[in-house]
């Protein structure tokens, strides 16, 4: 006992020494870091597989809370609000702890949260510099994915920054789609890994790529029954598909690149950011079941699925920035006992006006090329939108 | 199991003492802007020390980029402004790097703004204000008494992380103290013809030399904190600058000069650009050298 005694006093002397302990974002018990985003927009027409509606609507709005929770856990809750066809929905984007004391690089996130593949996804999209998300991105991720499930990173002690990660989700989003409903889907469906390289150039440049591979065990699409029903070629307003990856596979590899320049490194006035990621989706013809799992019809076998985006913005001041963005994927969309190829490919420019660092109004134009593409042949789209937040207002990654 | 409980956290905290004091021989220190890089090299000059921005980079807006994960990653010790102005970038370094020993300030965390009084407190912040940090002013260092302040808690940061080498750090500390000392009292006498001088000047960046000198900053080139200077809002000093008190236009070396250009055509005015930490201008190469140059230059001024 008088071990124990002497224990709790030196924990007690302990307290009283501290004064007080801060972290740097400086948000507790009492004051969690609230932060709320508010995007509203003009539409004359939609994008395949996007979330945004033709005509005025809200994109996402989200409210945020995190905080450290104590000195071993950080938490952050994301509410996502989005109105589609007049009903308005609340979705979690983001309900996960993170360690924040594990030694010797790692760190365990758990919860719901967005993958750490590629370079866009894990970015909260209202820091985008672009309206909606790439085509590929739109194909094969639902827009960006977030699901259920616990990743273990490790951070190298190197001075050339190398990351790496591997990551367990549901994947009840990324399910191949399911015209019966009678398929028997795994429950613990996607694995992820994934590495991060990077650095500086100089003073004024720095760059990161990235190489992650996506197993989606739901991936592979359903073996066509006969009388099968075909669903309706337009998607778009599917509910239980708003996230949905509409084209899935078992194998993704994604590689990625960011490079960003700013004179003298600062970012205060002038930057510019380029950055590009490609997309392969392989095996997702459904396996003949007569045939023990080979391929059916070799001679009809699919081409992979494919996407790439190439993207350039630059802040021309801390008022004004500009976007340049080509990007294309190509698709194959089964029907019946075969594959359809499908090619769109976007063309888009963007304006942005910042009041200030938490104020955007976006003007953008697509030009959208579609070959097969859910029946689409080609459109411009002018989105007008804004994007701003309130509160307390979270770093940004790179 | 309560008993228990308690002899494991004792345990872990002598494990976690023990690996903090032996296992770096020489101390690796983050410093988030030049000063407390400058500083960090006059109190611990053995140590590994990398600054993750320059004089050129408004601290402000930076990127949180792979590089600065790297050696947030391997640091002992990361000393910054705080007072919210890294706020924008490091908590994202702090998530990203899984660096236990640089989370708090109760281990290998330092915050100089903590261990001084700060100016221009806010009792309350809206974003209508700008840009404004309620823990006051974070561009303490140009106060030559806090910044000794700061000195002296930081000595007591670093003999906490490696307390093997008290007596180095202790001497290292008095050691700047004599020789700070010494300079502020030279400073203060070089820069006397310079109390009561008005200036208009880019943001709050300044505001503690101006408070230590007597300088008196009449006007802001940005309409509100972080908020890029508005044609409308230069004409207003326009008229401010006109009533003939203002020696100058100041500008700090990370900051845009064309707003004060623009006034300084209008207005006669000499725009100055002052180095904003050590490395912001050629004669900058330590925290005393850094002092004599923005004291020399606004001496220029006021002999113009």
Same mark, same amino acid.
Request: proline share 4%.
């Given at each position: 006992?008088?071990?124990?005694?002497?224990?709790?006093?030196?924990?007690?002397?302990?307290?009283?020494?501290?004064?007080?302990?801060?972290?740097a /974002?400086?948000?507790?018990?009492?004051?969690?870091?609230?932060?709320?985003?508010?995007?509203?927009?003009?539409?004359?027409?939609?994008?395949?597989?996007?979330?945004r509606?033709?005509?005025?609507?809200?994109?996402?709005t989200?409210?945020?809370?995190?905080?450290?929770?104590?000195d071993?856990?950080y938490?952050?809750?994301?509410?996502?609000?989005?109105?589609?066809?007049?009903?308005?929905?609340?979705?979690?984007? /983001?309900?996960?702890?993170?360690?924040?004391?594990?030694?010797?690089?790692?760190?365990?996130?758990?919860g719901?949260?967005?993958?750490?593949?590629?370079?866009?996804?894990?970015?909260?999209?209202?820091?985008?510099?672009?309206?909606?998300?790439?085509?590929?991105?739109?194909?094969?991720?639902?827009?960006?994915?977030?699901?259920?499930?616990?990743?273990?990173?490790?951070?190298a002690?190197?001075d050339?920054?190398?990351?790496?990660?591997?990551?367990?989700?549901?994947?009840?989003?990324?399910?191949?789609?399911?015209?019966?409903?009678?398929?028997?889907f795994?429950?613990?469906?996607?694995?992820?890994?994934?590495?991060?390289?990077?650095g500086?150039?100089?003073?004024?440049?720095?760059?990161?790529?990235?190489?992650?591979y996506?197993?989606?065990?739901?991936?592979?699409?359903?073996?066509?029954?006969?009388?099968?029903? +075909?669903?309706?070629?337009?998607?778009?307003?599917?509910?239980?598909?708003a996230?949905?990856?509409?084209?899935?596979? /078992?194998?993704?590899?994604?590689?990625?690149?960011?490079y960003?320049?700013?004179?003298?490194?600062?970012y205060?006035?002038?930057?510019?950011?380029?950055?590009?990621?490609?997309?392969?989706?392989?095996?997702?013809?459904?396996l003949?079941?007569?045939?023990?799992?080979?391929?059916?019809?070799?001679?009809?076998e699919?081409?992979?699925?494919?996407?790439?985006?190439?993207?350039?913005?630059?802040?021309?001041?801390?008022?004004?920035?500009?976007?340049?963005?080509?990007?294309?994927?190509?698709?194959?969309?089964?029907h019946?006992?075969?594959?359809?190829?499908?090619?769109?490919?976007?063309?888009?420019?963007s304006?942005?006006?910042?009041?200030?660092?938490?104020s955007?109004?976006?003007?953008?134009y697509?030009?959208?090329?579609?070959?097969?593409?859910?029946?689409?042949t080609d459109?411009?789209?002018?989105?007008?939108?804004?994007?701003?937040?309130?509160?307390?207002?979270?770093?940004?990654?790179? | 199991?309560?008993?228990?409980?308690?002899?494991?956290?004792?345990?872990?905290?002598?494990?976690?003492?023990?690996?903090?004091?032996?296992?770096?021989?020489?101390?690796?220190?983050f410093?988030?802007?030049?000063?407390?890089a400058?500083?960090?090299?006059?109190l611990?000059?053995?140590?590994?020390?990398?600054?993750?921005?320059?004089?050129?980079?408004?601290?402000?807006?930076?990127?949180?980029?792979?590089?600065?994960?790297?050696?947030?990653r391997?640091?002992?010790?990361?000393?910054c402004?705080?007072?919210?102005?890294?706020?924008?970038?490091?908590?994202?370094?702090?998530?990203?790097?899984?660096?236990?020993?640089?989370?708090?300030?109760?281990?290998?965390?330092?915050?100089?703004a903590?261990?001084?009084?700060?100016l221009?407190?806010?009792?309350?912040?809206?974003?209508?204000?700008?840009?404004?940090?309620?823990?006051?002013?974070?561009?303490?260092?140009?106060?030559?008494?806090?910044?000794?302040?700061?000195?002296?808690?930081?000595?007591?940061?670093?003999?906490?992380?490696?307390?093997?080498?008290?007596?180095?750090?202790?001497?290292?500390?008095?050691?700047f103290?004599q020789?700070?000392?010494?300079?502020?009292?030279?400073?203060?006498?070089?820069?006397?013809?310079?109390?009561?001088?008005?200036?208009?000047?880019?943001?709050s960046?300044?505001?503690?030399?101006?408070?230590?000198?007597?300088? +008196?900053?009449?006007?802001?080139?940005e309409p509100?904190?972080?908020?890029?200077?508005?044609?409308?809002?230069?004409?207003?000093l326009?008229?401010?600058?006109?009533?003939?008190?203002?020696?100058?236009?100041?500008?700090?070396?990370?900051?845009? /000069?064309?707003?004060?250009?623009?006034?300084?055509?209008?207005?006669n005015?000499?725009?100055?650009?002052?180095?904003?930490?050590?490395?912001?201008?050629d004669d900058?190469?330590?925290?005393?050298?850094?002092?004599?140059?923005?004291?020399g230059l606004?001496?220029?001024?006021?002999?113009q």
């Amino acid at each position: 006992m008088t071990r124990l005694n002497t224990r709790i006093s030196a924990v007690a002397a302990a307290c009283a020494l501290v004064s007080h302990v801060s972290f740097a /974002e400086d948000s507790s018990l009492t004051n969690p870091a609230i932060s709320a985003v508010l995007d509203g927009y003009y539409q004359n027409t939609e994008r395949p597989m996007a979330e945004r509606e033709e005509g005025f609507g809200l994109g996402h709005t989200e409210v945020a809370i995190s905080a450290n929770i104590d000195d071993m856990f950080y938490g952050k809750l994301t509410a996502v609000l989005e109105v589609h066809e007049g009903e308005t929905e609340l979705g979690l984007e /983001e309900a996960f702890i993170q360690t924040t004391a594990m030694p010797a690089g790692f760190s365990v996130r758990a919860g719901r949260f967005l993958s750490d593949v590629g370079y866009l996804n894990n970015q909260h999209v209202h820091t985008d510099a672009f309206s909606d998300r790439p085509a590929a991105y739109r194909a094969f991720l639902g827009s960006h994915y977030f699901d259920d499930g616990v990743r273990l990173d490790y951070v190298a002690p190197t001075d050339l920054f190398w990351a790496m990660g591997i990551e367990a989700f549901k994947g009840d989003s990324m399910r191949a789609e399911d015209e019966h409903g009678e398929r028997d889907f795994t429950n613990l469906g996607v694995y992820t890994a994934y590495t991060k390289i990077g650095g500086d150039i100089g003073v004024s440049s720095s760059w990161q790529v990235g190489l992650s591979y996506l197993r989606n065990e739901n991936g592979r699409l359903t073996a066509h029954e006969e009388h099968g029903i +075909e669903p309706a070629a337009d998607d778009g307003h599917d509910h239980d598909h708003a996230h949905a990856a509409k084209y899935t596979g /078992e194998n993704t590899y994604v590689a990625d690149f960011v490079y960003k320049w700013a004179p003298n490194g600062n970012y205060k006035y002038q930057h510019l950011t380029v950055s590009g990621e490609y997309f392969k989706v392989t095996d997702f013809a459904p396996l003949d079941e007569h045939d023990d799992g080979h391929l059916h019809g070799n001679e009809h076998e699919p081409d992979d699925q494919t996407g790439w985006y190439l993207s350039s913005v630059y802040q021309i001041s801390p008022n004004w920035s500009a976007g340049l963005r080509y990007g294309q994927v190509n698709t194959q969309e089964l029907h019946d006992d075969h594959f359809d190829s499908q090619k769109l490919k976007e063309t888009e420019v963007s304006l942005a006006w910042h009041h200030s660092h938490f104020s955007t109004v976006r003007l953008q134009y697509t030009n959208q090329q579609g070959t097969n593409f859910d029946g689409f042949t080609d459109d411009n789209i002018i989105t007008l939108q804004y994007v701003m937040t309130l509160g307390a207002h979270g770093a940004h990654q790179f | 199991m309560h008993i228990n409980s308690k002899v494991i956290k004792a345990s872990f905290a002598a494990l976690a003492l023990t690996f903090a004091s032996g296992a770096q021989a020489q101390l690796n220190i983050f410093a988030c802007e030049p000063e407390y890089a400058a500083l960090a090299q006059e109190l611990a000059p053995d140590a590994k020390i990398y600054s993750a921005t320059t004089a050129m980079q408004d601290p402000h807006q930076v990127q949180a980029r792979p590089s600065l994960i790297a050696k947030m990653r391997q640091a002992d010790l990361a000393i910054c402004a705080g007072a919210d102005l890294e706020v924008g970038w490091l908590p994202m370094l702090q998530m990203k790097s899984s660096n236990a020993k640089v989370r708090s300030t109760e281990q290998g965390l330092f915050f100089a703004a903590e261990h001084i009084d700060t100016l221009d407190r806010l009792a309350s912040v809206d974003r209508s204000m700008g840009d404004v940090h309620a823990k006051g002013n974070p561009h303490l260092h140009f106060d030559p008494d806090r910044l000794l302040q700061v000195a002296q808690a930081l000595t007591v940061k670093l003999v906490q992380l490696d307390p093997d080498s008290k007596g180095k750090y202790d001497a290292a500390l008095a050691d700047f103290s004599q020789r700070w000392q010494v300079a502020i009292a030279e400073w203060q006498q070089l820069a006397k013809p310079l109390k009561g001088k008005k200036v208009i000047a880019y943001h709050s960046s300044f505001r503690y030399l101006f408070n230590w000198i007597g300088m +008196e900053q009449v006007g802001d080139l940005e309409p509100k904190p972080g908020i890029p200077p508005s044609t409308s809002h230069l004409a207003s000093l326009q008229s401010r600058a006109q009533e003939g008190d203002v020696m100058a236009i100041i500008v700090a070396s990370y900051q845009d /000069e064309r707003g004060a250009h623009w006034l300084g055509e209008r207005t006669n005015l000499p725009v100055q650009v002052l180095p904003m930490s050590v490395g912001g201008n050629d004669d900058s190469e330590d925290l005393f050298s850094l002092y004599r140059s923005v004291i020399g230059l606004l001496l220029s001024l006021s002999q113009q």
